[in-house]
């Protein structure tokens, strides 16, 4: 979900629809060294597209008297009618021939021809949609014109204009195409009067050392791109309503790129675009609707002293249900649309209700289950060979991310077997060859020089991080490796956060010399992400995570977990080498990866000479 939204071609019709997709987050990115510029429609362009082409036009359209109509009612009509029946086009005047002079025959040769030339009284609606594509085809060529000129290849557009119509952001868009041949992407900014507003806030917030902090948008209170069509999507507000809203949180730390990131400006954190991909969008809005009676349940069970909290679960319900109803009427309402916006959505609407941690009970429990159990799995680990050892520790680390509460398979199992534990888990996998299996090659790199410094990323609480992540720390420290350990800044799921880490961190200390020493020595080091997402984005991580990346010289990067490993950075590359694991505990996604339930991505890179 972003500010901006970019579209395809041009189309009719009045719904937004595939043609409009939309790209990653742009809110507050560095964007200093980006070649990009922004339009405010309403201001000296809008005007100088009128000045210079449009006021001769608009003089021979005296039988459509546009004063008394609003800007909103003048783009319905435009909706609805055919801009073919006033303009003269290409084949109007080529007939057959265009083809033979490579010529579309849909081209306009001349906006409102037919009106200059033929006594034929032309509806309001044709005359609007005329109009519209004369205005939009100024700004476009003004845009692809000023875009050339400085090599850029994205424009942004805002304003009253734009205002988040489909057949404005449609027909600028086809415009831009044309002029450009493709080379130039246009995007659109949610909320009329963004650039105005965010702009005047960061000149007042320049006072306040703005380098200290970074910026989030809230998506439970920010509004979506309207609907021009109310009847597509009853659950939006009317578009006469007073105000659209952008609610943003401040963080309180500054979020960087992580640096070992190839190339940070092509970046993008999630695998799967779901504005492109129908079936898939349709399958994880489906999957998140039916997961509410679970969540809402969690939710009142995490504050059974509450007298409210099951009024202020059924209002978290609604709202969460309502921003999914808008996404299957307009998948790209927020920005881009992706199974980590969907999830950070629903963690925004929980906190907006005051459930900021529905899984702390259940995360104490399974971490005091977990640390109970950590030596005797040390002591069988030590017992082994070394490479039967890291087989072990590798399938303890796909074992212990089976115990993720937010996957429907895995709560179910959980819920409904108590005695359900770390070695039933290891007899759910996948036997070898595992879906993605590089484990050989990796095998291949152990035996040789120790790894410098590995940052890891954690996954869950309990089992995941005592039992799976911890041993194979251990065996990186043996090694002579330094560790970093990365966990969340806040509570997303039963995601294990910095502050529950620094605790089950002493807790094995007093158990494990390794640790201990490790931990004293500064060779292991426990940090905060900047994340409250069960997913990552390596674009947006915590400025003290990145300065110890840089100062210990980190050249292996450990991701772990479905949300940060599959649903997120799958195809990230890095300059380092990397592992991506993952137990897939959706079936829905196995088959469609090619496995099947609890099918392992075990996934080794080595970036290129």
Known sequence: MAECGASGSGSSGDSLDKSITLPPDEIFRNLENAKRFAIDIGGSLTKLAYYSTVQHKVAKVRSFDHSDKKFDELLHLASRGQHANVDTLVQDIYGGAHQTLGLSGN?????????????TEFSKEDLAKSLLHMISNDIGQLACLYAKLHCLDRVYFGGFF????????RTITYSINFFSKGEVQALFLRHEGYLGAIGAFLKGAEQDNPNQYSWEENYAGSSGLMSSSPELCPTQRARSGAFDLLEMDRLERPLVNLPLLLDPSSYVPDTVDLTDDALARKYWLTCFEEALDGVVKRAVASQPGSVDAAERAEKFRQKYWNKLQTLRHQPFAYGALTVRSLLDTREHCLNEFNFPDPYSKVKQKDNGVALKCFQRVIHSLDALGWEERQL????????????????????????????????????????RPWLVDSYSKWLQRLKGPPHKCALIFADNSGVDVILGVFPFVRELLSRGTEVILACNSGPALNDVTYSESLIVAERIAAMDPVVRAALREGRLLLVQTGSSSPCLDLSRLDEGLAVLVRERGADLVVIEGMGRAVHTNYHAALRCESLKLAVIKNSWLAERLGGRLFSVIFKYEVPAE
């Open 107 to 119: 081209l306009i040769a001349s906006s409102f021809g037919k009106s200059a030339t033929a006594d």
């Open 162 to 169: 734009i205002r988040g119509h489909p057949v404005t952001m």
């Open 392 to 431: 072990a520790l590798v399938k303890g680390l796909l074992a212990g991310n089976v115990f993720d509460w937010g996957a429907k398979a895995v709560s179910d199992v959980l819920e409904s077997d108590p005695q359900f534990g770390f070695e039933e888990a290891k007899r759910k996998l996948q036997e």
